[in-house]
């Protein structure tokens, strides 16, 4: 599994105009992606992972402050662009594996205690946010 973490204040996902997931204030916008060999198992180490990963202000983690955390499915994470000049989408589990993977990564992150908001697997999304820093980070389990 693959991760995009942005710190963020404040972030949304619309789709087709309706917003349907936020989060106020400090915390994390996180776009993941599934390759074909993820499990459960490796869901359930991201959640962790995002959960106490210390990357807010002042050294702190979400499960530090509470902060909220808006996951979106992306695919695209496991495109490949190496070679020509559009990019392959071969390594992206398909998403009858992905949807239950992603699902998973939410599920476990709110066993922790997390408030989570997330987008619409497999929609066409819209992504507003305010990158905080601007910190970016790329997390692989």
């Known amino acids: 599994?693959?991760?995009v973490v942005q710190r963020v204040d404040g972030a949304s996902v619309t789709v087709d105009g309706e917003t349907v997931g936020r989060i106020v204030g400090e915390g994390l916008c996180v776009l993941v992606g599934v390759t074909h060999d993820d499990t459960k198992e490796k869901a359930a180490q991201l959640a962790r992972k995002l959960w106490s990963v210390r990357i807010l202000h002042e050294e702190k983690s979400c499960s530090d402050i509470g902060a909220p955390l808006l996951v979106i499915s992306q695919f695209t994470?496991?495109?490949?662009?190496r070679k020509g000049r559009r990019?392959?989408?071969n390594g992206a589990a398909p998403g009858d594996?992905?949807?239950?993977l992603v699902d998973e990564v939410v599920a476990q992150l709110?066993?922790?205690g997390a408030t989570v908001a997330t987008g619409v697997f497999g929609a066409a999304m819209q992504v507003s946010l305010t990158?905080?820093?601007p910190f970016t980070v790329l997390l692989e389990v």
């Open 87 to 89: 990019p392959t989408w």
């Open 110 to 112: 709110r066993a922790l």
């Open 131 to 133: 990158n905080d820093g």
């Open 77 to 81: 994470l496991y495109g490949d662009a």
């Open 97 to 100: 594996v992905a949807e239950p």
């Open 1 to 3: 599994m693959r991760a």
